[in-house]
């Protein structure tokens, strides 16, 4: 009786034919998979050095912008600091 139980608890045999081609559909996904992320790695880095200029013409700008806000803050400052030492040498 024992025998009879073990004799159908026991794992079904897998062929080596069988066990080759789900290795070799194994290393295909994986292979495919990779070239996938390389494939979508190369259109994200056209995107990007497509939009770079636009970018760096953008960041111009801004920084133009800024330099020209300090300048009239010095002004400002300058300003400020020339008509409160005038009545002061006074």
């Not at 608890?9 to 290795?23: H, L, N, S």
């Not at 996938?36 to 920084?63: D, H, N, P, Y």
Request: charged residues 20%.
């Amino acid at each position: 009786m024992i025998l009879d139980i073990l004799a159908v608890a026991e794992p079904p045999v897998v062929e080596p034919q069988t066990r080759m081609f789900i290795g070799g559909l194994i290393v295909i996904l994986v292979y495919s998979g990779i070239i996938t992320l390389i494939i979508i790695g190369l259109i994200r880095l056209v995107r990007f050095l497509g939009s770079a200029g636009k970018e760096m013409k953008l960041t111009r700008m801004e920084l133009g912008k800024l330099a020209e806000e300090v300048h009239l803050l010095r002004q400002e400052l300058e300003g400020g600091k020339n008509s409160n030492s005038s009545p002061q040498t006074e």
